[in-house]
């Protein structure tokens, strides 16, 4: 999840106390969601409650972090102070808080977006090295081709075969 990965670089950079509890608390939310998938069972609403309650206190704490001492404003200077990577961060935990633990009300919803970063890394390495598609329809190919490729292998189908039978025109989807 590209959140834990954010809050390390805070850990790391910053030396943020927030972001490592944050840290520390989704991926015990994760586990406890784990727990009650292979039990078959939904989290109990008073789990989803304290992990909640949890969170809103981290981020409670973290502002003394992230928020810069109040200053006097410098003369010549227009315009609004950027914020800090640490307030970024954080000002994301608040505003997205329902989607950032929708996991544990929904087990539909992944706890991370790394299937769907997989499923169009290749486009983005394509472009890189290529700088773009010379064509449109170039790139409603190669978007065929990759998203063939990701279905048989979320199918768990063998891609060789696959494609074999798809050159003799055999192919069929289940």
């Given at each position: 999840m590209h959140l834990l990965r954010e809050c390390q670089g805070i850990i790391d950079y910053d030396k943020h106390q927030w972001a490592s509890d944050m840290q520390i608390l989704l991926r015990e939310s994760l586990k406890e969601r784990k727990k009650v998938l292979e039990a078959e069972r939904p989290l109990y609403p008073e789990a989803i409650s304290n992990i909640e309650t949890r969170y809103d206190e981290i981020l409670s704490r973290g502002a003394k972090e992230w928020r810069p001492p109040l200053k006097s404003a410098e003369s010549g200077k227009r315009?609004?102070?950027a914020k800090s990577?640490?307030?970024n961060l954080a000002e994301r935990f608040i505003l997205y808080k329902a989607d950032i633990l929708r996991f544990l009300q929904n087990a539909l919803v992944p706890?991370?977006?790394?299937q769907?970063?997989?499923d169009i890394r290749?486009?983005?390495v394509k472009e890189k090295v290529s700088g773009s598609?010379?064509?449109q329809k170039g790139a409603i190919q190669f978007a065929r081709i990759r998203g063939f490729i990701s279905t048989m292998r979320k199918q768990g189908r063998n891609l060789l075969d696959s494609i074999i039978l798809v050159g003799r025109g055999q192919f069929f989807f289940n």
């Open positions: 315009g609004r102070k990577k640490a307030a706890f991370d977006n790394s769907a970063e997989r290749m486009v983005k598609f010379r064509t």
